[in-house]
């Protein structure tokens, strides 16, 4: 079993992409009074890890983020190749001995969410990465990853193999169990109508609380 008590973490959050499908910068949408990228990045700071993002565009990143004294920002340390870039470059600037990865674009992936997916690590056993599993499938990038995966990911870059799929594939997973973290934790707001999705899911759940 991998002890988190004497498990250095550090949290990764992936702002490198390109936002076609969204045709705006994803990170710099609008949420919570803030913006996307910002919520992500507080929420990972309030669980007192120290947060990594990864952007090529680190101008235009808002200063909600760049002033926290836990955040520091790195563009791709190699050629920039979707997601896999940006873990690699994660596990070359950072030295913890495990690293949340996280994509910018996770609405409500708040500090309950990652704490529940850090806690199941800790219960976990003989684990390469502890994987969110919800809406009936894996998200790679909510997910913890253990320094010695570093090695296949560099493979995978070298190779040219991008997809992150065949990487895991080879990795001992250890899934989030069913129940244990929101149907939204793991949501992406990749397209205009993902977003629209989730302020209307948004907008239903502040509802509920008035």
């Known amino acids: 079993m991998v002890n988190l008590d004497v498990l250095t973490i ?3 959050v992936l702002a490198g992409g390109r936002s076609g499908r969204m045709g705006r910068p994803k990170e710099l949408l609008s949420w919570k ?3 996307l990228i910002g919520h992500v990045v507080s929420e990972v700071t309030a669980l007192n890890l120290p947060c990594l993002i990864v952007s090529n ?3 235009r990143l808002p200063e909600e983020v760049t002033r926290l004294a836990k955040v520091s920002i790195t563009g791709d340390l190699v050629p920039s190749a979707g997601p896999i870039s940006g873990i690699v470059t994660a596990f070359r600037v950072r030295r913890e001995e495990a690293l949340l990865i996280l994509s910018c674009d996770l609405p409500f992936a708040d500090r309950e969410q990652i704490g529940r997916l850090l806690a199941h690590a800790q219960q976990a056993k003989e684990w390469d990465v502890v994987a969110a599993h919800t809406a009936g499938r894996l ?6 990853y253990h320094r010695r995966t570093q090695p296949l ?3 995978a870059l070298r190779s040219g193999r991008y997809r992150l799929m065949d990487v895991l594939e080879r990795l001992r997973i250890a899934e989030t169990p069913p129940g244990l973290l929101d149907d939204w934790a793991a949501y ?5 109508e993902e977003y ?3 302020l ?11």
């Open 57 to 59: 565009a680190p101008e």
């Open 139 to 144: 998200h790679p990038l909510f997910a913890l």
């Open 153 to 155: 990911w560099e493979e």
């Open 196 to 198: 629209r999705m989730a």
């Open 200 to 210: 209307a899911e948004q907008h239903a759940r502040d509802m509920e609380r008035r």
């Open 33 to 35: 009074g803030g913006t």
């Open 10 to 12: 550090g949290g990764v």
């Open 188 to 192: 992406n707001a990749n397209t205009p």
